[in-house]
């Protein structure tokens, strides 16, 4: 059974940056077939995708955020993570890590319980 | 590639049948999925390639459409189908986008 597992600084000051780790167990960030994605929800609102990395290593991010956001994996260690630079109070969400499958429409089939991340001085 | 659903939120009684639409605002063929999303909860996959059943999602839930327009319907309302909906596409693989969310009251 696949789980994921977020990790990481919950309070993070203005013009900071942003640092979680996702961990995996259940399977392989080697395996093809899957991208893995970050994906936040600021509180009471919507779902945004942040952006993901497939297994050969190559990153998508949202357009929004794409100068600020960068993801990367250790397979070693089986986690991939987000940073975002240069965060500001509407930063603050509930982050998600998840997993995709590249071969269908894309839904994520499965997500970390989520780390909330407050944008705070 | 913007996702509007409506309504944005909706009150059923058990029971009832509801429908949440979901638009694009270009086409997507059918890289359409669902969500479902209870409170304190990670969002859960009910429905991908617009119309696909999730293994384990009851079958009162089902999805259509193609194009611009999707519908997920829900047959038979349960007390526990009280959540927020969350249409998602990835027709673009660098631009995913999700709507904004539908809450339904049971």
């Known amino acids: 059974q696949l789980q994921l597992q977020e990790s990481g600084s919950g309070l993070v000051k203005p013009s900071q940056t942003l640092s979680l780790t996702c961990a995996v167990s259940g399977d392989s960030l080697s395996s093809g077939g899957y991208s893995w994605s970050w994906i936040r929800q600021p509180p009471g609102k919507g779902l945004e995708w942040i952006g993901y990395i497939y297994h050969s290593g190559s990153t998508y991010y949202n357009p929004s955020l794409k100068s600020r956001v960068t993801i990367s994996v250790d397979r070693s260690k089986k986690q991939f993570s987000l940073r975002l630079s240069s965060v500001t109070a509407a930063d603050t969400a509930l982050y998600y890590c998840?997993?995709?499958?590249?071969?269908?429409?894309?839904?994520?089939?499965?997500w970390g319980q989520g780390t909330l991340v407050t944008v705070s001085s | 590639i913007q996702m509007t659903q409506s309504p944005s939120s909706l009150s059923a009684s058990v029971g009832d049948t509801v429908a949440i639409t979901c638009r694009a605002s270009?086409?997507?063929?059918?890289?359409l999925n669902w969500y479902q999303q209870k409170p304190g909860k990670a969002p859960e996959l009910l429905i991908s390639s617009a119309s696909n059943l999730e293994d384990a999602v009851p079958s009162r839930f089902s999805g259509s459409g193609s194009g611009t327009e999707f519908t997920l319907a829900i047959n038979s309302l349960q007390p526990e189908d009280s959540a927020t909906y969350f249409c998602?596409?990835?027709?673009?693989?660098?631009?995913?986008?999700f709507g904004q969310g539908t809450r339904l009251e049971i």
């Open positions: 998840a997993r995709a499958l590249t071969s269908s429409s894309g839904g994520f089939d499965y």
């Open positions: 270009q086409s997507i063929s059918n890289y």
């Open positions: 998602q596409q990835s027709y673009s693989a660098s631009q995913v986008t």
